[in-house]
């Protein structure tokens, strides 16, 4: 399902906010002033689906006003439980699964393009909530926006995305932070990563253990993993106290190191710019996908070449994939084809 | 235009459950504000008071205990607000209206008290008791008041000697939720389980006053607090899912009355429990419902929980609701999490029954048993800070140590002492919230 709170909106398209008639080249709408240049998504606020059929777990006719059927007492589908986000130059979908019973992941989408129409920065931001803290669906969420509405700025500005990348990540911790309740032993906690594609540059910049891959297409070009976990695995195994198999065999392999949140201390962002050197996609993900695919070469195997010209295609098939292998998580998995090009939206022809 | 009093609900609970698990607990905290706007000019709600007090022979022994029970008669009647329609019953093995003499309840004012106290002055003891048969003339005297806050007192030294207990048995199912009764034991002569059993029927109090000198103030008391009342035949009703079954509704601050049994069933998902009257106050209640099992993942609503007005004759009212929640999942540190708020008045309920049941064990000499029950009080009532009940049981046993519950019975226990604690051993302490 589309997220409806999508403003879908391009040159010479008409304006997608007030439906007046726009002019290729127009910046903002003559009508009602929108930012005809601009387009963003993404995780929609908390609430449940309309159920035209019933209930989807007995079929009862009536959903009380919480959500709940008023036969057996299942709560429906929330609009969080699948996000789906198919724009130009970059696409998104984020599950549920199979084992949770709410989706604590969010992402945040950006796309700006010039006045000739061409795309000229993607933002794509992840956040992972902490589910043992509180409304860790509220922190990812409040994260992604804050944090994708810096990047946007910044890109836009021409401001070096280095700095704006740890702007972003004190925004989202300072977004994080405002929502710590007055009890804040369980203070509400997520990761972060975010991939700014501007140019030739991809900028990415994380906090935990959400990642972002680069997959070459070019089969002779090397796929990589970007990111660098802040989890206690990664750290077991930097330091040479067990292997990479060792680590992650170990129940506290996922234990994160550095997170958002009241309680995280001192936030130090990792940020890496990189500059690929032919064709493919940027993966932006959290663990729900790469704990069943860590491997660069294997995502590449999954998603590519289809990722470049389709990547909304790609993203649902990589979230089915981590799904069918057990579904243990949260997923969400954003992909970036670079170059930056504004044909792949699969919803046109 | 009538106006009601917002009902505040909140839910504690830990929803999380593991892989399987069926049952889900849940304290629900109630708090009634007052009534924000009144509702015909004067001041409070409508209220009718009825008051009865034991005659029987044995009030004459001590002398005292007649006099004091006149006295704290007419210290009830001098609380009664203007307006209010009240009544006194004299009680022996018959019930006598003793004011007003032409039957029925009559207004609160100056001339009315006047009559009535001087109606008091004139009791003397001498007859039964049956306490059955004084409930019923109640029963009649507040059969016109419906829509208004309907409150007794019955006053009584000794048991029910002169009906049976099965005529007392369906007098109670009788006036099952037409008042509230605040039942009163003067001496040691009574039984604590058998006004206990009339409390909780008429969803009132049960106290014990050891000494009739106390009576004036106690009477004062209670009547303050029926006249503070602002809504009658208020009940708590509980939807839970299709193929789920209450394991049980427990009123559990402030003392513990299983309501279980009082369920009147609205359909076969919704059922009301009697809560009576409520004035500007906070209750706490213990839900326990058992759900069918869902998929780790899933989220059920496994109760909703509204306080309704009912009886108004139109339609019911919805003063307040919340919602209690079952989510499985399978990680261990969210299903594992101990709700401090349901440990604690499981505790509290705990309490209530190993000190009713070591008293029980103690009057029958089975000592060891009694030991190990009142030994296990002393832990809970320590552990969770409820001070009157551990100072009640240390009336009763002396106490080695009050953590692990080490105690030895007094050798030398006063009738007092032993019918105190049974009185309020139903009384909980609140849950400390932590800073």
Same mark, same amino acid.
């Given at each position: 399902?589309?997220?409806?709170?999508?403003?879908?909106?391009?040159?010479?398209?008409?304006?997608?906010?007030?439906?007046?008639?726009?002019?290729?080249?127009?910046?903002?709408?003559?009508?009602?002033?929108?930012?005809?240049?601009?387009?963003?998504?993404?995780?929609?606020?908390?609430?449940?689906?309309?159920?035209?059929?019933?209930?989807?777990?007995?079929?009862?006719?009536?959903?009380?006003?919480?959500?709940?059927?008023?036969?057996?007492?299942?709560?429906?589908?929330?609009?969080?439980?699948?996000?789906?986000? *198919?724009?130009?130059?970059?696409?998104?979908?984020?599950?549920?699964?199979?084992?949770?019973?709410?989706?604590?992941?969010?992402?945040?989408?950006?796309?700006?393009?010039?006045?000739?129409?061409?795309?000229?920065?993607?933002?794509?931001?992840?956040?992972?909530?902490?589910?043992?803290?509180?409304?860790? *669906?509220?922190?990812?969420?409040?994260?992604?926006?804050?944090?994708?509405?810096?990047?946007?700025?910044?890109?836009?500005?021409?401001?070096?995305?280095?700095?704006?990348?740890?702007?972003?990540?004190?925004?989202?911790?300072?977004?994080?932070?405002?929502?710590?309740?007055?009890?804040?032993?369980?203070?509400?906690?997520?990761?972060?990563?975010?991939?700014?594609?501007?140019? *030739?540059?991809?900028?990415?910049?994380?906090?935990?253990?959400?990642?972002?891959?680069?997959?070459?297409?070019?089969?002779?070009?090397?796929?990589?993993?970007?990111?660098?976990?802040?989890?206690?695995? /990664?750290?077991?195994?930097?330091?040479? /106290?067990?292997?990479?198999? /060792?680590?992650?065999?170990?129940?506290?392999?996922?234990?994160?190191?550095?997170?958002?949140?009241?309680?995280?201390?001192?936030?130090?962002?990792?940020?890496?710019?990189?500059?690929?050197?032919?064709?493919?996609?940027?993966?932006?993900?959290?663990?729900?996908?790469?704990?069943?695919?860590?491997?660069?070469?294997?995502?590449?195997?999954?998603?590519?070449?289809?990722?470049?010209?389709?990547?909304?295609?790609?993203?649902?098939?990589?979230?089915?994939?981590?799904?069918?292998?057990?579904?243990?998580?949260?997923?969400?998995?954003?992909?970036?084809?670079?170059?930056?090009?504004?044909?792949?939206?699969?919803?046109?022809? | 235009?009538?106006?009601?009093?917002?009902?505040? +609900?909140?839910?504690?609970?830990?929803?999380?459950?593991?892989?399987?698990?069926?049952?889900?607990?849940?304290?629900?905290?109630?708090?009634?504000?007052?009534?924000?706007?009144?509702?015909?000019?004067?001041?409070?709600?409508?209220?009718?008071?009825?008051?009865?007090?034991?005659?029987?022979?044995?009030?004459?022994?001590?002398? %005292?205990?007649?006099? &004091?029970?006149?006295?704290?008669?007419?210290?009830?009647?001098? &609380?009664?607000?203007?307006?209010?329609?009240?009544? +006194?019953?004299?009680?022996?093995?018959?019930?006598? =209206?003793?004011?007003?003499?032409?039957?029925?309840?009559?207004?609160?004012?100056?001339?009315?008290?006047? &009559?009535?106290?001087?109606?008091?002055?004139?009791?003397?003891?001498?007859?039964?008791?049956?306490?059955?048969?004084?409930?019923?003339?109640?029963?009649?005297?507040?059969?016109?008041?419906?829509?208004?806050?309907?409150?007794?007192?019955?006053?009584? $030294?000794?048991?029910?000697?002169?009906?049976?207990?099965?005529? =007392?048995?369906?007098?109670?199912?009788?006036?099952?939720?037409?008042? @509230?009764? $605040?039942?009163?034991?003067?001496?040691?002569?009574?039984?604590?389980?058998?006004?206990?059993?009339?409390?909780?029927?008429?969803?009132?109090? @049960?106290?014990?006053?050891?000494?009739?000198?106390?009576?004036?103030?106690?009477?004062?008391?209670?009547?303050?607090?029926?006249?503070?009342?602002?809504?009658?035949?208020?009940?708590?009703?509980?939807?839970?899912?299709?193929?789920?079954?209450?394991?049980?509704?427990?009123?559990?601050?402030?003392?513990?009355?299983?309501?279980?049994?009082?369920?009147?069933?609205?359909?076969?998902?919704?059922?009301?429990?009697?809560?009576?009257?409520?004035?500007?106050?906070?209750? $706490?209640?213990?839900?326990?419902?058992?759900?069918?099992?869902?998929?780790?993942?899933?989220?059920?609503?496994?109760?909703?929980?509204? =306080?309704?007005?009912? %009886?108004?004759?139109?339609?019911?009212?919805?003063?307040?609701?919340?919602?209690?929640?079952?989510?499985?999942?399978?990680?261990?540190?969210?299903?594992?999490?101990?709700?401090?708020?349901?440990?604690?008045?499981?505790?509290?309920?705990?309490?209530?029954? +190993?000190?009713?049941?070591?008293?029980?064990?103690?009057?029958?000499?089975?000592?060891?048993?009694?030991?190990?029950? =009142?030994?296990?009080?002393?832990?809970?009532?320590?552990?969770? %800070?409820?001070?009157?009940?551990?100072?009640?049981?240390?009336? +009763?046993?002396?106490?080695? $140590?009050?953590?692990?519950?080490?105690?030895?019975?007094?050798?030398?226990?006063?009738?007092?002492?032993?019918?105190?604690?049974?009185?309020?051993?139903?009384?909980?302490?609140?849950?400390?919230?932590?800073?």
């Amino acid at each position: 399902m589309t997220d409806e709170s999508v403003v879908d909106s391009g040159p010479a398209s008409g304006c997608p906010d007030c439906g007046a008639e726009t002019l290729a080249g127009d910046r903002f709408c003559e009508n009602c002033g929108n930012d005809l240049l601009l387009v963003s998504a993404g995780t929609p606020d908390t609430g449940t689906m309309p159920a035209p059929r019933g209930c989807v777990a007995c079929g009862g006719p009536d959903i009380d006003q919480d959500g709940f059927c008023m036969q057996c007492g299942f709560a429906q589908p929330a609009v969080r439980d699948r996000v789906e986000l *198919d724009l130009a130059g970059v696409a998104g979908v984020s599950d549920k699964g199979l084992r949770h019973h709410r989706n604590e992941d969010a992402m945040a989408l950006r796309v700006t393009a010039d006045p000739s129409g061409e795309l000229a920065h993607v933002v794509a931001v992840v956040c992972d909530g902490v589910s043992t803290s509180d409304r860790p *669906d509220d922190a990812s969420k409040a994260a992604a926006d804050a944090a994708a509405d810096v990047l946007l700025v910044a890109a836009r500005g021409g401001t070096d995305l280095e700095d704006a990348t740890k702007d972003a990540v004190a925004a989202a911790l300072a977004a994080v932070t405002a929502l710590t309740g007055p009890d804040a032993r369980n203070s509400p906690a997520c990761t972060y990563v975010s991939a700014v594609v501007a140019g *030739d540059d991809v900028t990415v910049g994380w906090v935990g253990d959400s990642r972002a891959y680069w997959l070459a297409a070019d089969d002779q070009a090397d796929s990589s993993c970007v990111t660098v976990d802040d989890s206690w695995a /990664q750290r077991m195994v930097e330091s040479g /106290q067990l292997t990479e198999d /060792q680590a992650f065999a170990d129940p506290r392999s996922h234990a994160l190191v550095a997170w958002l949140g009241a309680d995280a201390g001192v936030v130090t962002p990792h940020v890496r710019t990189i500059r690929p050197t032919g064709p493919g996609v940027v993966l932006v993900c959290s663990d729900g996908l790469w704990n069943y695919l860590p491997g660069a070469e294997e995502l590449t195997e999954a998603a590519l070449p289809k990722a470049v010209d389709a990547p909304f295609v790609a993203a649902a098939e990589l979230t089915a994939l981590a799904i069918d292998r057990g579904g243990h998580d949260n997923v969400t998995v954003v992909v970036v084809p670079y170059p930056l090009t504004n044909s792949t939206r699969s919803t046109e022809s | 235009m009538s106006a009601h009093p917002n009902f505040r +609900v909140d839910i504690y609970q830990n929803e999380y459950l593991h892989q399987g698990a069926t049952e889900v607990n849940a304290i629900v905290t109630v708090t009634s504000g007052g009534v924000t706007e009144s509702s015909g000019g004067g001041s409070g709600s409508a209220a009718a008071e009825v008051i009865i007090v034991d005659c029987s022979g044995s009030m004459d022994y001590p002398r %005292g205990k007649m006099i &004091a029970a006149r006295q704290a008669c007419a210290a009830a009647v001098d &609380a009664l607000r203007d307006g209010v329609a009240f009544a +006194v019953i004299a009680g022996t093995d018959q019930a006598r =209206l003793v004011y007003p003499q032409q039957g029925g309840l009559v207004a609160a004012d100056v001339r009315t008290r006047a &009559a009535a106290k001087s109606a008091i002055n004139g009791l003397k003891a001498g007859g039964g008791t049956a306490i059955g048969r004084w409930l019923n003339l109640a029963n009649q005297l507040f059969l016109p008041y419906q829509n208004t806050i309907r409150h007794a007192i019955l006053l009584t $030294d000794g048991r029910n000697e002169h009906e049976s207990p099965a005529a =007392l048995a369906a007098t109670l199912a009788e006036c099952d939720g037409k008042f @509230v009764c $605040d039942c009163r034991g003067v001496g040691t002569d009574w039984e604590v389980e058998e006004l206990r059993r009339v409390s909780t029927a008429l969803l009132g109090t @049960v106290d014990i006053i050891a000494d009739p000198a106390g009576l004036e103030e106690d009477f004062r008391k209670m009547t303050d607090a029926a006249m503070s009342k602002a809504v009658a035949d208020v009940v708590l009703r509980l939807w839970t899912p299709q193929g789920a079954s209450v394991k049980f509704v427990k009123l559990v601050a402030p003392e513990v009355v299983d309501l279980t049994g009082r369920r009147m069933a609205k359909s076969a998902q919704v059922g009301d429990y009697p809560t009576g009257s409520w004035g500007e106050e906070s209750r $706490d209640y213990h839900v326990c419902v058992e759900v069918k099992p869902a998929g780790v993942g899933d989220v059920m609503l496994a109760g909703r929980i509204s =306080l309704v007005l009912t %009886g108004t004759g139109g339609e019911d009212v919805i003063l307040g609701q919340g919602l209690a929640k079952a989510t499985w999942t399978d990680d261990m540190v969210l299903s594992t999490r101990i709700n401090p708020e349901v440990a604690h008045y499981t505790g509290q309920a705990e309490l209530a029954g +190993v000190i009713q049941e070591g008293l029980e064990a103690r009057k029958s000499g089975d000592l060891d048993t009694a030991t190990a029950k =009142l030994g296990r009080a002393v832990a809970l009532a320590t552990k969770s %800070g409820n001070t009157d009940t551990a100072e009640l049981l240390s009336k +009763v046993v002396d106490i080695d $140590d009050p953590v692990t519950g080490t105690v030895r019975l007094k050798a030398k226990v006063s009738d007092v002492d032993t019918m105190t604690l049974d009185t309020r051993s139903t009384k909980t302490s609140r849950v400390r919230k932590s800073s």
